[in-house]
């Protein structure tokens, strides 16, 4: 039997309660609101302490005679007449340039190679001492060596940058392979679900969180790497800015170039945070059911 449908007029509002109307239209007006509070209060979390410090070392620095420490207003000026001129083509583009080409193959070869590693025990017993013994040796050290192999151009910097980066990428993205849900492959084995496919919805997919982790790990490796190998035989870079202007005494610039690092790293990081939050929306989303949010 059907249940009764009601047809008739809605039931009127009881004695002293607001309409129903307005309370709806002012509820958007509510969510847009906390959310315009919301975003002013994560930017007041990211200012205030870079505004503290930024106060702190102008006071350190207005009652310093220290030639090695300039005050921020010399360094705004220097960073002004330095990185708004051809050196935003000649040295800071070229970096950035080797930053991300090294990064993206480092993350091609790791994602690849340890998924190949996660899925296989026997290919990960056959090169895992060879591999945890190219772990350990410090990129920097690799640099003399990369120079005589690749010479004093962009590959060996690109190489330097990879051979840094790879290894959190690779080492995350075995474990992660290596936690897939049992109960998710035995499903997926008895659907007759494999190849491809497989390894795009399940391995892959599953592994993903870790996978996010370790890019972002390189990712902090690879602005340290970008400096280094631009700091040995090279003619362009910021490495290579900094360093000289550090041998020629130019206190202000030197300083106007680590500023511009690291805001380099901080829109990178930010850059990051963004596609990682589009990547892992459905992790998130399960952590926060999890959480009971």
């Known amino acids: 039997m059907s249940r009764p449908t009601q047809t008739g007029p809605a039931a009127p509002a009881p004695a002293g309660s607001a309409p129903a109307g307005p309370r709806a239209a002012a509820a958007p007006r509510r969510t847009r609101g906390g959310t315009a509070r919301r975003a002013g209060s994560r930017v007041l979390h990211v200012l205030l302490l870079p505004t503290v410090l930024i106060g702190v070392y102008a006071y350190a620095s207005a009652t310093s005679s220290s030639y090695y420490t300039p005050t921020p207003d010399l360094i705004a000026a220097a960073f002004a007449e330095l990185w708004f001129s051809e050196r935003l083509f000649s040295d800071v583009l070229p970096s950035i340039a080797r930053l991300l080409t090294g990064f993206t193959l480092a993350a091609l070869i790791g994602v690849s190679l340890g998924v190949l590693l996660g899925m296989s025990s026997r290919v990960r017993a056959t090169l895992e001492p060879v591999l945890e013994f190219l772990r350990a040796i410090p990129p920097p050290v690799l640099v003399p060596l990369m120079i005589l192999l690749a010479g004093i151009d ?117 850059l990051f945070e963004l596609a990682e939050s589009r990547v892992l929306y459905w992790y998130r989303g399960l952590r926060a059911a999890h959480r009971g949010e």
């Open 154 to 270: 962009d590959s060996m910097k690109v190489m330097v940058i990879v051979s840094g980066c790879v290894w959190p990428i690779l080492l995350n993205t075995v474990e992660g392979v290596r936690a897939v849900d049992p109960v998710l492959a035995d499903t997926a084995r008895c659907y007759g679900i494999g190849g491809t496919t497989r390894l795009r919805v399940l391995v892959l997919r599953s592994a993903s969180p870790q996978i996010m982790a370790g890019l972002r790990l390189a990712l902090s490796l690879a602005i340290i790497l970008m400096v280094i190998s631009e700091m040995f035989a090279s003619s362009s870079g910021l490495g290579f800015a900094i360093v000289q202007f550090q041998r020629s005494f130019a206190i202000p610039e030197m300083w106007a170039g680590m500023v511009l690092l690291g805001l380099i790293g901080f829109a990178l990081s930010a």
